[in-house]
C-alpha cells in the first residue's frame, strides 16, 4: 500500500493506492468510499481481494484529510466533486466502485453528475430519507439523535442513533413515546467530553441523508448501478432506504450478507462478515465480466 494526497484548492485528500497503477490485471481499480467513515474502515475488505488494485480515500474533513474551504458540513455533490478529481488524478479511466452508507449517497451523486466515470456502482445501504414514505418522521427521528447529542453529549447522542438505525419499519407515534435511552445500557459513555463536532450524531451531514438521487440521471448513464442491501438490516432505516433507492430506479436490491457494516471485521466495532461480504462483491463485480 502506498498513501498519497491529492492537493486542490479546497482540500488535501488523503488516499491509498493497494496495488499497481496501472493496474496489472485487465481490470480498472476498484474504488471504496464511505461517509463519514474513512479509509481505515475498509482495512478488512481490501485484505479479501489481493488480486485488484483498491483505492481508498479520506473524505474532506475526515480523517487524514484537511479541509481548506473554511466549512465543516459534509455534501454529497462536493464529495462527488472531489472523488471524479480522484479518479482523474488516478489516470486509469473509470473505475469500479463499492460505496457504504454515505459514501453511496456520494456515489449516486457522483454518477448522476460524472456518469463516465464509474464502469459498476455497488452502492450499499445508502440513508436516503427523502425516498421514505414516512420522510418527514424520520427526519424527526433524525433530528432527536442531533437534539440529545447536543444536550448531553456523544454517548446520549450515539444511544439514540443506535435506537433510530435499529428501528424496524416507519417511524410512528410509538417511537417518538420511548424514553430516552441510556448510552451505559449500549456501552457508551455517559460523561460529556463537550465536543460537538461528530459528522454522524450533528446536523453537519444532514445535506448526505436529505439528498434524493436523480434517477433520470442515474438510469440514463452508463454505468452499472447496483443498490445493495444487508440480509440482517430488513426493515430498519438503512435497510427501507436501499429498498427505496432500487425502486426509484426500477430494480430490486441485491442482498448481501451480514449487516449496515457487513464488511468490517471485530476491529471496527459492530462485526460483520467480511470475507463472505467479500465473496458476494466480487460475484455481484464479475457478474459484466
Known amino acids: 500500500m502506498t498513501a498519497q494526497i491529492l492537493k486542490t484548492p479546497e482540500v488535501d485528500l488523503a488516499y491509498d493506492v493497494h496495488g499497481p497503477l496501472p493496474t496489472t490485471d485487465g481490470r480498472p481499480p476498484l474504488l471504496m468510499i464511505g461517509q463519514p467513515m474513512d479509509a481505515s474502515g475498509f482495512r478488512a475488505l ?5 488480486e485488484r488494485t483498491v483505492i481508498t480515500y ?46 453511496a449517497v456520494t456515489a449516486l451523486a457522483l ?10 456502482l455497488v452502492a450499499h445501504e445508502p440513508p436516503v430519507i427523502p425516498l421514505l414514505p414516512d420522510a ?9 439523535v442531533r437534539d440529545a447529542y447536543e444536550e ?15 428501528w424496524q419499519g416507519e417511524f410512528t407515534d410509538d417511537y ?13 459513555p455517559t460523561e460529556d467530553d463537550g465536543s460537538r ?18 434517477a433520470d440521471a442515474l438510469t440514463a448513464a452508463p ?14 432505516f438503512t435497510g427501507r432506504t436501499s429498498v427505496a433507492t432500487a425502486e426509484l430506479l426500477g430494480q430490486r436490491v441485491t442482498v448481501f450478507p451480514s449487516h449496515h457494516g457487513g464488511f468490517l471485521d471485530g476491529e471496527s466495532g459492530y462485526a460483520g462478515q467480511p470475507e463472505a461480504f467479500a465473496r458476494k462483491l466480487r460475484e455481484v463485480l464479475d457478474n459484466v465480466h
Open 46 to 50: 481490501t485484505s479479501y481481494f489481493p
Open 58 to 103: 479520506d473524505p474532506r474533513g475526515l480523517g487524514r484529510s484537511t479541509r481548506k474551504d473554511g466549512r465543516v458540513d459534509h455534501a454529497p455533490r462536493t464529495q462527488a466533486a472531489d472523488v471524479r478529481a480522484l479518479i482523474e488524478a488516478l489516470g486509469a479511466g473509470p473505475v469500479e466502485m463499492f460505496a457504504s452508507s454515505g459514501g
Open 111 to 120: 454518477v448522476a453528475a460524472y456518469p463516465d466515470g464509474v464502469t459498476t
Open 136 to 144: 418527514r418522521a424520520a427526519e424527526r427521528a433524525r433530528a432527536g
Open 152 to 166: 448531553k453529549g456523544w454517548g446520549a447522542g450515539m444511544a439514540a442513533f443506535i435506537v433510530m438505525t435499529s
Open 176 to 188: 417518538f413515546a420511548q424514553p430516552a435511552p441510556d448510552p451505559a445500557a449500549f456501552g457508551m
Open 197 to 214: 463536532d461528530d459528522p454522524l450524531l450533528s446536523d453537519r451531514s444532514w445535506a448526505v441523508s436529505g439528498y434524493r438521487p436523480d
Open 223 to 236: 454505468t452499472r448501478v447496483v443498490i445493495a442491501v444487508g440480509e440482517e438490516s430488513g426493515d430498519t
